[in-house]
């Protein structure tokens, strides 16, 4: 409580003694628009243009959608930042505003919708204690429109499965030239597209200028004369805005399927290209640009709750920064990052606020859990902040299959609805020495110890507690292969130069704790339990030797004890 009360009056103080231009030492968030076009041009250029009718603006955005949507061929952002302007796309979402009708009159009925959209329960509860009350709200729609953006999506190569496919062939071919290896072909097991995207992004400029400007020799009133109508109607015909470059990102973007599901058509694929390449550059924009980052106040703890949801495009397991204002050496204050949240549950707030938002918590607050950090309160802030849901680990296993591996994880509870639930694929190499003359009868001449390379796969799903803010728990189950390669001449040779493998169940428990917000030790148990025997493989070959793996190869199945390193992205 005491932090609390030293934010609150940190936060006035600063307030008092740092305002900025926007009156507030946070930045403050709101609603942006966002309209999307793409370049014209290149060998799929009538499949883009037709994939554009599917694309839609995210909710996290007021929806600035065109009848114009497609662009001149263009390369550079100043370019087309000059097509936008000569096509007046800045003016025509200057008039989605304000509902511009054919005969040049405008109305405040947009601003005002989105103004109310804009706000929270908080917002409608301090705008009704004014004497204006919820017209404040609607009024203060009009500081959303100096958040219009455009976003201009730009393909460079887009190549077909075949010819991706045939690359790898070239470059396979060539190294198996060079080393006098045999060449295979790569197995063509998809079809689709693939493709480099590049995305301009640009906002409004000189809002506050036009607006005057606007309101003063624009407007169309009831009781004006029709020649100054007439005056009026040229007047914004002839006016002129403009954009400002704000950044760019680029995306590579995949939209092939396997050959054997049943198959999308060729539209149905450019529209997964287009789709997913605007999805992966509005990311890109969100790392970049601050007022695309959406902020709001911790609103409790025991369990964390915050009032944001589906209107700020929140999905489970998306990641949060919580920032708590202290005061340095010097008397400035500054905001410092106390922890790090997720999503947990997110609630459906795509409606008007009523003001009704502290009824029902679970109705209007969305629930996050906590994966680093200190100790949060209530009223501390938190921020947007995009991550790809990836990790790494590097680590060693002991006893058992004994190895270094390198581990790579993937989040899924956004789509599966549950937190910490991770797909995991891991690779291990490792060497040692056997006797393997008692395995089975195939083995028998060899007395002595023979060397072996020993590599192995594995992939599952694992299922993550936190159980303490730096600490979590988990759980895992998979499946695991290893391979065997002899070092040895006469045992490479009994087997036809081939691989010994072996296939074993596998399950494990895991604990992690944080070093860094992104950075983990991790140490775990697995165990191996064989499926069949093992098998000698080549090519594809594949011959029972009619004993288990374990019995080849003594230790390197059953209980496995590991450690490693985990960095998250």
């Not at 911790?298 to 929140?314: Q, V």
């Amino acid at each position: 409580m005491r932090r609390f009360l030293l934010s609150v009056l940190l936060i006035g103080a600063m307030q008092f003694a740092n305002a900025q231009a926007d009156g507030s030492y946070m930045k403050e968030y709101n609603r942006n628009s966002l309209t999307i076009l793409l370049v014209d041009g290149g060998k799929y250029s009538s499949d883009l243009k037709a994939a554009m009718n599917t694309v839609a603006v995210p909710e996290k955005f007021d929806n600035n959608m065109l009848g114009k949507r497609i662009l001149p061929p263009a390369s550079s952002s100043d370019e087309v930042r000059l097509k936008l302007e000569s096509m007046d796309i800045p003016k025509d979402i200057f008039s989605k505003w304000f509902s511009r009708t054919d005969d040049g009159r405008f109305s405040m009925s947009v601003i005002h919708e989105r103004g109310l959209y804009n706000a929270t329960d908080a917002d409608v509860h301090a705008a009704s204690a004014t004497k204006r009350g919820l017209d404040k709200l609607q009024d203060a729609g009009e500081k959303l429109i100096k958040q219009s953006y455009v976003m201009v999506v730009c393909f460079g190569d887009i190549k077909t499965m075949n010819q991706i496919y045939d690359e790898i062939d070239a470059k396979n071919r060539n190294i198996s030239k060079t080393f006098g290896t045999k060449f295979t072909p790569v197995e063509r097991d998809r079809n689709g597209y693939r493709g480099e995207a590049a995305g301009f992004l640009f906002r409004l400029s000189n809002v506050s200028e036009a607006m005057n400007d606007f309101y003063s020799n624009m407007w169309i009133f009831d009781d004006d004369a029709p020649e100054t109508v007439a005056a009026k109607r040229q007047k914004f015909n002839d006016a002129e805005f403009h954009l400002a470059y704000v950044t760019s990102a680029t995306a590579s973007v995949d939209a092939s399927q396997s050959n054997y599901v049943p198959q999308k058509s060729r539209q149905e694929l450019f529209d997964i290209l287009l789709n997913s390449s605007v999805d992966m550059l509005i990311n890109g924009f969100e790392n970049k640009v601050e007022q695309w980052k959406v902020r709001t106040t911790l609103y409790s703890t025991f369990p964390l709750r915050a009032k944001i949801g589906t209107k700020e495009n929140l999905h489970i397991e998306d990641r949060y920064f919580v920032y708590e204002y202290q005061m340095d050496k010097n008397g400035q204050v500054e905001p410092k990052r106390r922890g790090v949240i997720r999503a947990k549950k997110v609630i459906n707030n795509s409606h008007v606020a009523d003001g009704g938002g502290n009824d029902n918590l679970r109705q209007t607050t969305s629930k996050f859990y906590q994966i680093a950090g200190h100790k949060l309160e209530p009223g501390m802030f938190l921020e947007q902040a995009n991550d790809y849901g990836m990790g790494v680990i590097v680590g060693y296993s002991a006893s058992g299959p004994s190895a270094a591996y390198l581990t790579l994880e993937g989040l899924v509870g956004q789509y599966v609805g549950l937190t910490q639930v991770k797909a995991f694929l891991t690779g291990r190499v490792g060497a040692g020495g056997y006797d393997i003359s008692q395995s089975c009868t195939r083995f028998h001449q060899f007395k002595d110890e023979s060397s072996f390379l020993f590599l192995g796969a594995e992939g599952g799903l694992s299922k993550g507690f936190f159980v303490a803010r730096n600490l979590s728990l988990s759980g895992h189950v998979g499946v695991s292969f290893e391979w065997a390669m002899p070092f040895d001449e006469d045992v490479s040779k009994e087997i036809s130069n081939g691989t010994i493998c072996g296939m074993f169940g596998l399950v494990g428990a895991q604990a992690a704790v944080n070093i860094k917000y992104n950075w983990q030790i991790v140490g775990g148990l697995n165990y191996y339990a064989e499926i069949g025997d093992a098998t000698i493989s080549k090519e594809d070959n594949s011959t029972p030797l009619g004993a288990a793996y374990s019995e080849i190869f003594e230790g390197r199945a059953g209980a496995n004890i590991n450690i490693g390193l985990r960095i998250q992205f």
